[in-house]
Structure formats: C-alpha cells, structure tokens
C-alpha cells in the first residue's frame, strides 16, 4: 500500500486546478501588461482570480489582494512592509512567538539586525498563546504584531480572532501566516481582524511557485522586488498566470468542500491519534481539539525519527518529522522545544498530515506499520535499552 501522508508540505494537485491552468499555458499566454487582445485576455482572467480569491476568504475589495510565488514571499513582504510603516512612525517593536514557521523568524532576525525589537512569546504545552500575555506584551511603540492562524508542525489554531480584536482596538498591525489555515478551516478576514495574511496554493492542491497576500486597505506596502508595475506597481514580474488560476480554482474547491472534508478528516485524524497513543511512552504534540483536521504529530521516546521515516517509507508511508523547510536540519524542532519537549524526545517526532481522499483502511495500515516501527526500532536502541533498565528515567 502507498500512503501519501505529508500533506502538511505539499499537497497533490487536485484534477479542476491542473484543468484550470491549461487554457493559460496553451490559448490566453499573452503578457497581462500587453496592450493587444490576448495580453488583455490574461490580464481579464487575473482580476477575475483575484476576486475569486477576495471572496473566499472574505476580503472587503479584491484590490486587497496581491500574488506572490507563494507563503514566504507574502510573509517577508507584509512583515517588511509593517516595519517600514512603524520605522517612519518611530515605533520599532515587534511581538511574534516562540513556534512560528521561519519564513517570519528569519525575517524578524533580519530586521533585529536593522534595529528593531522582537518579543517572542512562549507557548502552552498544547502551543497556544496567552492572549492575556500578548496584550500585556504590547507597547506604545509596537508596529506589528504577527501570529500564524495554524501551526505548520503541531496543527495547533491560535485565537486569531481574539488576537486581533487586540491588535484593533490598540491600532497595531496584525499579521498572520495563513499557509495552512486557508482552504483548511474558515477564514475570515473581516471577522477575524487581520490586516495582512499570507497564502500558499500548494497547501490546498493548488500548483508550487504561486500564493497571495492579503492586505488590508489602507496599509502601503513596500516593494521586496523592482521592475515592473505588476501588481499595483508593489511586486514587479510577469505574473504567473496559469499559476494564479490554477490558485483560484483549487481554493474555491477546498472551500465548497471544507465542512464535509472537515467532519471526514476530523473523524480519521481522532482515530489516527487514538491508535498511535497506544503505543507505550508516546505523546501527542499540539492540542487534541484545537488542531487542523488532518494533522497528526507524536513523539516517541528511545528512538529517531530520521530512522522512523525511512523505515516507513519501506512500508510505501510519506511522512515527515516536522517543517518541510527544516528537514536538512540536524537540530530537533524548535515548534517541540518550545511546547517543552526535551531535545532527545523531540529528535524522536513524527509527523502524518491526511489529505482529503485518506480513507479509514490507509488509516488502519499506519497505526499498525508505525507500531511496528517503533517496536523494531527500540530493540536496536541503547537508549531505549537503558531507560528499560532504569539507568534512564523515562520521561514519556
């Protein structure tokens, strides 16, 4: 059996966003900026795109929307752009979290490195913010304030809506990374209080190389790259046409389909869990009600998920121990460290994201092979050898 369980990095592209990209790479592949008919075309079917994309999520005017080549690009522009904006006001602080994906913690370094100040919150055991320990965090000269909408690892949901009701009343900038909320769970921009959000298509069976950031009307954002007037004249580039209607199409199918993928997802992502808990001196990592639909994430004790993963992809499993972006790294992850797993538990991680056709047999099949993994894999370990023998305590 072959399982594809690593939704969580990339999902397959669904048949209506691979149909809908072909007119735009055969018929209508005229420039947008073109003056004749077919760059007209093009440009026609961007803006219908993007009021596509405005109405899913519930934007006020599709103006509000600008492409990016996907999450990172729209993290780095609207964090970028917020600093410029609080710079000018002179106010240079920033409050983020501990667990938030590196697209944002890298640009927030970069802009430690320019002067400006970053308070990165701590998280619950489940990977939740205090909003009591957020707004008390704010100050008269915090510009931004930015908070993924759902962890990327642990498939924990932050009370976004809390957070920038926050951010509203004391006129802060909110930002959220929304790469695996949007076409996931409801996202509502209005209701919710962002400001800014950031989107990738291959989250939700769109095509790589293309998202959207969402920004709301009055805030200016400044150019991460020159050239052209494209986008408002605030991302220079011929625009990735066929990409960006691919975008629109998968989007508008996650969404019509949300609650009923949900309620499924939501079902086998509980029975996923529940097996796996049988597993002695396991944990679940993230919240067990307030997660993403298909995500789940364990730790077990005495054991590396590097030899975890491959043993299972043995078994015809993809699955991941944490961020896709991170998975070259020797470190364990920082998302575990921060939700207080010690460094050899959370070496010990794994990570299974469902995608909407997971069905309860491929289910079944990897509680079992996962059981099996581990078991073989302890019976090799010194580690799990000591702790068994008491010269380690356990601490799973």
Known sequence: MKIYADNAATTKMSKRAVEAMMPYLEEI??????LYSEGQKAKEAIESARETVARCINAASALEIYFTSGGSEADNQAIISAAEIGKKAGKMHIVSDQIEHHAVLHTLKKLEKEGFEVTYLPVSESGIIDT????KSLRDDTCLVTVMYANNEIGT???IRKIGEICRKRGIIFHTDAVQAVGHIPVDVEKDNVDMLSASAHKFHGPKGVGFLYVKKGIRLSNLIEGGAQERGRRGGTENVPGIMSMAEALVEEVDSMEANAEKLIYLRDKLIKGLSEIPHSALNGDAV???PGNVNFCFEGIEGESLLLLLDDKGISGSSGSACTS???DPSHVLLAIGRVHDVAHGSLRLTLGDDA???EVGYMIKSVKEVVEYLRNFSPVWR???AGKSKFIL
């Open 132 to 135: 009591d320990e957020l707004e």
């Open 29 to 34: 592949y005229g420039n947008p900026s073109s």
């Open 157 to 159: 949901i932050q009370p």
């Open 359 to 361: 069905t309860e047999e």
């Open 328 to 330: 070259g790294s020797l």
């Open 386 to 388: 000591d702790l068994c």
């Open 290 to 292: 307030l997660r993403l």
